[in-house]
């Protein structure tokens, strides 16, 4: 069984101690470093080698949002590279905090109030891969904040690798799509499209579904109510 190494990042004590407590009673997951602030997770994660980071949004000294930003390699670019995964937690439900996370690179967004088997859940999601924010959400939330996403160089020509038929996939899954949803929709096997969906995500050096929409909007091709 693999072990999910994880680093929890909060300026509490107490709530570093209660996320402990419920990680520890996992057998597959274990919990190699602490951190009070963004700063100084930086440098326990020059120590140690983590799946996942669970962060607080707002602290001192350092966000949880910027340190998110700077563990994922400026917004996405090394989001393939095998670093952590981030998921943040956060007590304020604020549509701008998972945004800004979630631009940052964060592959999840919880509330710190969610029972723990969903907290458990969330952390072996993210350590498989793939993101705990349900797609639509991200979509609202593009849909509402897409005016501050500001194109990158280069952003555009990444997407001339795709196929015409990833692209199609890519502009399901913006819609907030299942797999399921999008294989009958094209009249393809699910397999086939975890295949396309896994293709586009190494084409464009992303770290899932969520990165991808956001993408989307960042090169026009999707825009806002579209």
Do not use: W
């Not at 020059?46 to 390699?73: K, N, Q, S, W, Y």
């Not at 701008?96 to 631009?103: C, I, P």
């Not at 999601?125 to 280069?154: N, S």
């Not at 819609?175 to 949803?181: D, T």
Request: glycine share 10%; net charge negative; proline share 4%.
């Amino acid at each position: 069984m693999d072990v999910i190494r994880v680093v929890i990042v909060d300026d509490q004590s107490l709530v570093r101690a209660g996320f402990r407590m419920v990680l520890a009673s996992q057998p597959d997951i274990e919990v190699v470093g602490e951190a009070g602030d963004g700063a100084e997770a930086l440098r326990v994660l020059g120590r140690v080698r983590a799946d996942v980071v669970v962060m607080d949004v707002r602290m001192p000294i350092m966000d949880g949002v910027e340190a998110t930003r700077r563990l994922c390699g400026g917004d996405r670019d090394s989001a393939a590279g095998g670093g952590p995964r981030v998921l943040v937690l956060t007590t304020f439900d604020t549509e701008s905090d998972a945004f800004a996370a979630l631009q940052a690179g964060a592959s999840g967004f919880l509330l710190k109030n969610v029972p723990p088997e969903e907290l458990l859940s969330a952390i072996r999601v993210v350590a498989g891969g793939e993101a705990v924010v349900a797609p639509r959400i991200t979509r609202r939330l593009l849909d509402r904040f897409a005016g501050q996403l500001a194109p990158r160089p280069g952003d555009a020509g990444r997407l001339a690798a795709l196929t015409e038929r990833e692209r199609e996939v890519l502009l399901l899954v913006t819609q907030g799509l299942s797999n399921v949803e999008i294989a009958e929709n094209l009249y393809v096997a699910e397999t086939t499209v975890k295949t396309h969906v896994g293709r586009i995500l190494t084409k464009l050096g992303l770290r899932d579904r969520v990165q991808a929409v956001i993408l989307a909007y960042e090169t026009g091709l999707v825009r806002p109510g579209q």
